[in-house]
């Protein structure tokens, strides 16, 4: 059982839906709260703080919290809120709600059991990347999370930018079945909703379980707890289900080339070039602050400038009237056929990155960041060449 030190009764902000028609009533017997006793709840792999649960006591095994008695209401809401992990690029690991018909176990299949009547709802992280989880089994042994997975929904990263809490709350109902999450009480992403009456998800008599996991985590990161309630939730006929109530994020607004007003067309060309690769990032990785690719756009113009300058100067010394040297017009073929194929590492980049951004195919952050240094060199070395030879 569950048995935190008891040093008085907390008052919490109870985490309920402030849409119109909507009321929520917490249920005590299925909850946790730092320093509220509760018979019904018991751990597996996790260390007991007086003001959280840190689901994770060893390296490589995943941890639970379990209650032993039967949710007791037909429409219901389940939310758990815990500490972002902060995971790196090479990091995975997983927060999963179990809804089931037995008390959920613990295994090697994402941290539980790979056998088990009822739903799975979960939040999936690796690196800045969340996907939101919902699954069914029916009493088979899953090989593969795909194989019960009936939906799946990535989660742009700038929506979780700055929040270091986060809480997943899961509603049933006759009416509705969504998946919202929120960061620091603010909610920040209610676009997971289901058509799932046939499959009776919002029904009692299951148990509720969460399960955290980890797959090459650094020990100091953790999924920590802080609170969990279950709600009897009634939805009337002013509620909405159909609502988008997150808020809009906000973009920059996209520039065709001939809206750059540099005097220089090349340059023109160049930072119209860099802003489809960051773009291209912001997709893929979500917004970076001060990153290096913003950094080089600002230090190319500026050189450009320099250079255009110098250029300007020696023009008007008219050296170029001159004789010219035979060597000099060796050289100059030489630059023109290296400038060539530089543009066409520069033209084949620029239609893969187009590709990319259209098909929004998933690559690896390594190979990313690999493609865009080959980039970002290429247009330096392209636009010192094509300037200097004028």
């Given at each position: 059982?569950?048995?935190?030190?008891?040093?008085?009764?907390?008052?919490?902000?109870?985490?309920?839906?402030?849409?119109?028609?909507?009321?929520?009533?917490?249920?005590?017997?299925?909850?946790?709260?730092?320093?509220?006793?509760?018979?019904?709840?018991?751990?597996?792999?996790?260390?007991?703080?007086?003001?959280?649960?840190?689901?994770?006591?060893?390296?490589?095994?995943?941890?639970?919290?379990?209650?032993?008695?039967?949710?007791?209401?037909?429409?219901?809401?389940?939310?758990?809120?815990?500490?972002?992990?902060?995971?790196?690029?090479?990091?995975?690991?997983?927060?999963?709600?179990?809804?089931?018909?037995?008390?959920?176990?613990?295994?090697?299949?994402?941290?539980?059991?790979?056998?088990?009547?009822?739903?799975?709802?979960?939040?999936?992280?690796?690196?800045?990347?969340?996907?939101?989880?919902?699954?069914?089994?029916?009493?088979?042994?899953?090989?593969?999370?795909?194989?019960?997975?009936?939906?799946?929904?990535?989660?742009?990263?700038?929506?979780?930018?700055?929040?270091?809490?986060?809480?997943?709350?899961?509603?049933?109902?006759?009416?509705?079945?969504?998946?919202?999450?929120?960061?620091?009480?603010?909610?920040?992403?209610?676009?997971?909703?289901?058509t799932l009456n046939e499959l009776d998800v919002h029904k009692k008599g299951k148990y509720f379980g969460i399960v955290a996991d980890y797959n090459n985590v650094s020990t100091a990161k953790v999924y920590a707890i802080k609170e969990v309630k279950l709600f009897s939730r009634n939805e009337t006929s002013d509620y909405d289900k159909s609502k988008i109530n997150q808020k809009e994020l906000k973009r920059p607004e996209?520039?065709?080339?001939?809206?750059?007003?540099?005097?220089?067309?090349?340059?023109?060309?160049?930072?119209?070039?860099?802003?489809?690769?960051?773009?291209?990032?912001?997709?893929?990785?979500?917004?970076?602050?001060?990153?290096?690719?913003?950094?080089?756009?600002?230090?190319?113009?500026?050189?450009?400038?320099?250079?255009?300058?110098?250029?300007?100067?020696?023009?008007?010394?008219?050296?170029?009237?001159?004789?010219?040297?035979?060597?000099?017009?060796?050289?100059?073929?030489?630059?023109?056929?290296?400038?060539?194929?530089?543009?066409?590492?520069?033209?084949?980049?620029?239609?893969?990155?187009?590709?990319?951004?259209?098909?929004?195919?998933?690559?690896?952050?390594?190979?990313?960041?690999?493609?865009?240094?080959?980039?970002?060199?290429?247009?330096?070395?392209?636009?010192?060449?094509?300037?200097?030879q004028k």
């Amino acid at each position: 059982m569950l048995f935190p030190t008891i040093l008085g009764i907390l008052n919490s902000k109870l985490l309920a839906s402030k849409q119109e028609g909507v009321y929520e009533t917490p249920l005590d017997n299925i909850m946790y709260k730092p320093l509220v006793y509760n018979d019904h709840a018991s751990v597996i792999n996790t260390v007991i703080k007086k003001d959280k649960l840190y689901m994770r006591s060893f390296a490589d095994e995943s941890s639970l919290i379990r209650w032993d008695t039967k949710n007791e209401v037909d429409n219901w809401s389940f939310s758990v809120t815990f500490d972002e992990p902060n995971l790196s690029a090479v990091e995975y690991g997983g927060i999963y709600i179990y809804y089931t018909d037995e008390t959920p176990m613990l295994g090697k299949f994402h941290g539980a059991f790979d056998t088990f009547n009822g739903y799975v709802m979960g939040l999936e992280t690796k690196g800045v990347s969340h996907d939101l989880i919902f699954g069914h089994n029916k009493g088979v042994s899953m090989i593969n999370m795909d194989d019960y997975m009936t939906k799946r929904d990535s989660i742009d990263p700038e929506r979780f930018r700055g929040h270091s809490e986060l809480t997943m709350k899961v509603i049933a109902t006759e009416k509705n079945f969504k998946i919202e999450i929120y960061g620091d009480g603010e909610l920040i992403y209610d676009s997971f909703k289901l058509t799932l009456n046939e499959l009776d998800v919002h029904k009692k008599g299951k148990y509720f379980g969460i399960v955290a996991d980890y797959n090459n985590v650094s020990t100091a990161k953790v999924y920590a707890i802080k609170e969990v309630k279950l709600f009897s939730r009634n939805e009337t006929s002013d509620y909405d289900k159909s609502k988008i109530n997150q808020k809009e994020l906000k973009r920059p607004e996209y520039r065709y080339l001939h809206q750059y007003e540099h005097k220089d067309e090349e340059v023109n060309e160049l930072l119209h070039v860099l802003t489809l690769i960051q773009n291209f990032v912001k997709n893929a990785v979500g917004d970076l602050p001060n990153t290096t690719i913003q950094v080089a756009k600002n230090e190319i113009t500026h050189q450009f400038e320099i250079i255009s300058d110098y250029i300007d100067k020696v023009k008007q010394l008219n050296i170029f009237n001159q004789e010219p040297d035979k060597n000099l017009n060796g050289k100059v073929t030489q630059i023109e056929s290296q400038v060539n194929s530089i543009k066409k590492v520069l033209e084949s980049f620029e239609l893969s990155i187009d590709k990319n951004l259209k098909n929004k195919t998933s690559t690896s952050p390594k190979t990313q960041y690999i493609l865009l240094s080959i980039g970002i060199i290429s247009i330096l070395i392209y636009g010192y060449i094509e300037l200097m030879q004028k």
